[in-house]
Nanobody
């Protein structure tokens, strides 16, 4: 099982980002993909997550209204879109998979993790 997060980079304040999480090694739709982020010196923080069957989405209150998580089962890929970024959104963003899960905000619920992609919000 592998998860490959990509799409990070330098973003200006007020800008937007779209991250991808490509999964391989498993194709079940009965699992959750979660997105987390971690800033230097801080704990890993849940951003949001989704599962497909049944359809369920969960967003952190800290980013709700600025975030959309979607899945493309044909590509076995999940996406995180976030807008109106500011410096507080800077960090390494990780995707993770929880087989049979419900996109909970609990780090230990997730079985597999990608390597992370860095997002820096700065002018």
């Amino acid at each position: 099982v592998q998860l490959q997060a990509s799409g990070g980079g330098l973003v200006q304040p007020g800008g937007s980002l779209r991250l991808s999480c490509a999964a391989s090694g498993f194709t079940s739709v009965n699992h959750a993909i979660g997105w987390f982020r971690q800033a230097p010196g801080k704990e890993r923080e849940f951003v949001g997550g989704a599962r497909e069957s049944p359809d369920h989405v969960n967003y952190s209150d800290s980013v709700k209204g600025r975030i959309t998580i979607s899945r493309d089962s044909a590509k076995n890929t999940a996406y995180l879109e976030m807008n109106d970024l500011d410096s507080e959104d800077t960090g390494t963003y990780y995707c993770a998979a929880d087989l049979g899960g419900w996109a909970t905000p609990i780090v230990d619920d997730y079985d597999w993790w990608g390597q992370g992609t860095q997002v820096t919000v700065s002018s």
